[in-house]
Antibody
Framework: QVQLLESGGGVVQPGRSLRLSCAASGFTFSSYGMHWVRQAPGKGLEWVAVISYDGSNMYYADSVKGRFTISRDNSKNTLYLQMNSLRPEDTAVYYC??????????????WGQGTLVIVSS | QTVVTQEPSLTVSPGGTVTLTCASSTGAVTSSSYPNWFQQKPGQAPRALIYSTYNKHSWTPARFSGSLLGGKAALTLSGVQPEDEAEYYCLLYFGGALVVFGGGTKLTVL
């Protein structure tokens, strides 16, 4: 069965960096676009970034552009989110999600359980 | 800035029917926006219910259906069950980096 397992969350000071990982299994990882979506405490969902099946195309929300980098290692079936220059407003549960298409598109399919990032001094 | 608008809250009786809608600030929602619907219960991750307007996942109960209605995307629940009480989010795609969630609808089954 499809599984998406996020890791790497924690407490970090403003201005510092953190890298999230999402280990995928149960499907052909290299065939699908993958997304990061976040949810601040008590708030709604916010789309963060997407990467195409082969890593050739990436898109970011304006709120993270220039600070976050999405990447993938298809040999390890793993998705990453490198988060630099973190701000308190980046505090959220971060979910990885699978698309149904090879290209960018939408996180229409399976979602992980999320990893919590807290940005605080 | 593109805004996607949902009803903040709705209440439905068990066994009843309710329709949630999803509107775009850019105009009528079409199938080209690949409307998606997600369900989220407290303390849980979101779960995809509907993709590309009306397509169901293998795990989506038959009582859930997606459509376009009056220029909006719509999610209809027919024969509502107590376990359908949850937050529901729609998502619209405007191309590239423009992927926008609605603010969510809190559905109460009472």
């Amino acid at each position: 069965q499809v599984q998406l397992l996020e890791s790497g969350g924690g407490v970090v000071q403003p201005g510092r960096s953190l890298r999230l990982s999402c280990a995928a299994s149960g499907f052909t990882f290299s065939s699908y676009g993958m997304h990061w979506v976040r949810q601040a405490p008590g708030k709604g969902l916010e789309w963060v970034a997407v990467i195409s099946y082969d890593g050739s195309n990436m898109y970011y929300a304006d709120s993270v552009k220039g600070r976050f980098t999405i990447s993938r290692d298809n040999s390890k079936n793993t998705l990453y989110l490198q988060m630099n220059s973190l701000r308190p407003e980046d505090t959220a549960v971060y979910y990885c999600a699978k698309g149904i298409r090879a290209v960018a598109g939408t996180p229409d399919d399976y979602w992980g359980q999320g990893t919590l990032v807290i940005v605080s001094s | 800035q593109t805004v996607v608008t949902q009803e903040p809250s709705l209440t439905v009786s068990p066994g009843g029917t309710v329709t949630l809608t999803c509107a775009s600030s850019t105009g009528a929602v079409t199938s080209s926006s690949y409307p998606n619907w997600f369900q989220q219960k407290p303390g849980q991750a979101p779960r995809a219910l509907i993709y590309s307007t009306y397509n169901k996942h293998s795990w989506t109960p038959a009582r859930f259906s997606g459509s376009l209605l009056g220029g909006k995307a719509a999610l209809t629940l027919s024969g509502v069950q107590p376990e359908d009480e949850a937050e529901y989010y729609c998502l619209l795609y405007f191309g590239g980096a423009l992927v926008v969630f609605g603010g969510g609808t809190k559905l109460t089954v009472l």
